[in-house]
């Protein structure tokens, strides 16, 4: 069984930073694209930034300049470093990882548990 941990998360008024982490654990082979996704109320789910495992990176445009995504190979991690907040960033973060458990196995969409982002004075 596959697990996607989130944290750091929380209120930050604008201007200010957070950085998101998300450990994947459990049975893994592989892990291939791991992102950021975010929804806010009464929005569908929006991609923020994935990274491939070659560190191959893409961010939507409105976070562009603003939040890093980075991932560390080693510790199945992944970190979205967000700056420069702005309250229409406010949202819950999801994490995804698309993860091979077994050498044969398929390749699956995982997600974390969803950690709440608000910007507000």
């Known amino acids: 069984q596959v697990q996607l941990v989130e944290s750091g998360g929380g209120l930050v008024q604008p201007g200010g930073s957070l950085r998101l982490s998300c450990a994947a654990s459990?049975?893994?082979?592989?892990?291939?694209?791991m992102g950021w996704y975010r929804q806010a109320p009464g929005k569908q789910r929006e991609l923020v930034a994935a990274v491939t495992s070659g560190g191959i990176t893409n961010y939507v445009d409105s976070v562009k300049g603003r939040f890093t995504i980075s991932r560390d190979n080693a510790k199945n991690t992944v970190y979205l470093q967000m700056n420069s907040l702005k309250p229409e960033d406010t949202a819950v973060y999801y994490c995804?990882?698309?993860?091979?458990?077994?050498?044969?196995?398929?390749?699956?969409?995982?997600w974390g548990q969803g950690t709440q982002v608000t910007v507000s004075s």
């Open positions: 459990g049975s893994i082979f592989s892990i291939y694209v």
């Open positions: 995804n990882a698309e993860i091979r458990a077994a050498p044969h196995s398929s390749r699956y969409d995982y």
